[in-house]
């Protein structure tokens, strides 16, 4: 069995502020872990992948978040947030033969 | 950049009608998802499809719901008779090697609003 939990169902930064979003996994087995990010009518695109090796993993357009066994987090982060980034993003763990996925973080970023 | 193709962007149904969810996903992919949101919910795993069979399927994959691959570049959700609660967005997702593992392409979505 596995389950998300993203902390924080809404996020606002104001526009060259760091960027955290947080989630934490629970997974019976070793988890693979996804960031997703869903633009206004769009569908989801995949941000960021942790599968084995380097707990701090980059993906696009910035983004990057740090795998924690400890303390079964894969939190996401950017240095700096640009107006761009406004969307909702989702945290998705897989330990057998489908993902499951959080209940999304919507970010907002001021000017 | 190749992309997951999905039709209609919105569906408007009535209770008990049968619909069928169209996608095209990309060419040289092997492994095939839906998943669907209910409006505020999370996204939720639907069914997979690997060699022409699904691999896996959820609960709300029941006798209503069934997948077809009728050639070598379409791939469909067909809900036999709906219901209100199958109102949501469908999701259609393809990779090249297991989407649980590699990550998954989404489609744009349908809307399917069940009156």
């Known amino acids: 069995a596995q389950s998300v939990t993203q902390l924080g169902s809404h996020v606002s930064v104001s526009e060259g502020a760091l960027v955290l979003l947080r989630c934490n996994y629970s997974?019976?087995?070793?988890?693979?872990l996804f960031w997703y990010v869903q633009y206004p009518n769009q569908g989801l695109q995949l941000l960021l992948k942790?599968?084995?090796?380097?707990?701090l993993v980059k993906g696009i357009n910035g983004f990057e978040a740090e795998f924690k066994k400890s303390e079964t987090s894969f939190h996401l982060t950017k240095p700096s947030a640009h107006m761009s980034d406004a969307a909702e993003y989702f945290c998705a763990v897989s330990g057998g033969g489908k993902s499951t996925f959080g209940d999304g973080t919507t970010l907002t970023v001021k000017p | 950049e190749p992309e997951v193709t999905q039709t209609p962007s919105h569906q408007v149904t009535q209770m008990g009608q049968e619909v069928i969810l169209r996608c095209v996903p990309i060419?040289?992919?092997?492994?095939f998802y839906w998943y669907r949101q209910i409006l505020g919910q999370k996204v939720e795993f639907l069914v997979s499809f690997y060699n022409n069979e699904i691999s896996e399927k959820s609960e709300i994959f029941d006798d209503q719901f069934s997948v077809e691959r009728p050639d070598g570049s379409n791939f469909t959700l067909k809900i036999r008779s709906t219901k209100l609660e199958d109102s949501a967005m469908y999701f259609c997702a393809s990779s090249a090697g297991q989407g649980q593992i590699y990550g998954y392409t989404f489609g744009s979505g349908t809307r399917l609003t069940v009156v």
């Open positions: 942790y599968t084995t090796g380097a707990t």
């Open positions: 060419s040289n992919h092997l492994y």
């Open positions: 997974s019976s087995v070793p988890p693979y």
